[in-house]
């Protein structure tokens, strides 16, 4: 097979061959952002309309989770977080990750047109602006919420933490004879 003399450059240079395509991108922005749109445009409508798609992408979605693995996520998790101010809730103070979530200040996150993995990635890389975001755990952005829809009710909820219960004592209890 006779490979064409710019694919043969491009496979011979892989860094000047980058470098050129940086260049051109920053030269371009606008041509840029048109390819992107399209292409984009493109993939939301196959989402839309082709069900078979759709389900192997979630299927191929929830096996890289799997060969990700949970400390995978928690790490990038940690990073979007500390670029908004910290791994911690800014009502209460909770610092566990698994209940920590990045919060639209005022609502509006169901109007952003991507989804939770998508925004977490833009704030990682600094796509995404964190104007207008900060850090809640799930009960306080469930108050949050609350007191947006019912503005009555706002300051009358609050999120407390109970220390930690001590540790119960437990001990093997004898079988009964004659059971197994």
Not at 31 to 51: E, G, H, I, L, P
Not at 127 to 133: A, I
Request: aromatic fraction near 6%; proline fraction near 6%.
């Amino acid at each position: 097979m006779d490979v064409p003399k710019s694919t043969a450059w491009y496979r011979a240079n892989p860094e000047r061959a980058k470098a050129n395509c940086d260049m051109w991108r920053q030269h371009n922005p606008q041509k840029v952002r048109v390819f992107m749109d399209r292409s984009n445009a493109r993939r939301r409508q196959k989402w839309r309309t082709d069900a078979a798609w759709r389900e192997s992408r979630l299927v191929s979605s929830k096996k890289l989770n799997k060969l990700r693995g949970p400390v995978w996520w928690a790490s990038k998790k940690r990073k979007v977080l500390e670029r908004l101010g910290g791994a911690h809730c800014v009502r209460c103070g909770a610092t566990d990750l698994r209940i920590l979530e990045v919060n639209h200040i005022g609502g509006g996150g169901r109007l952003e047109p991507r989804s939770g993995l998508e925004l977490y990635a833009e704030i990682r890389r600094g796509v995404r602006s964190s104007q207008g975001l900060n850090v809640l755990c799930r009960p306080c952005n469930s108050i949050d919420y609350i007191e947006r829809r019912f503005p009555d009710l706002a300051g009358r909820i609050q999120v407390v933490w109970c220390p930690a219960l001590p540790a119960v004592e437990t001990r093997a209890v004898p079988a009964l004879p004659g059971k197994k």
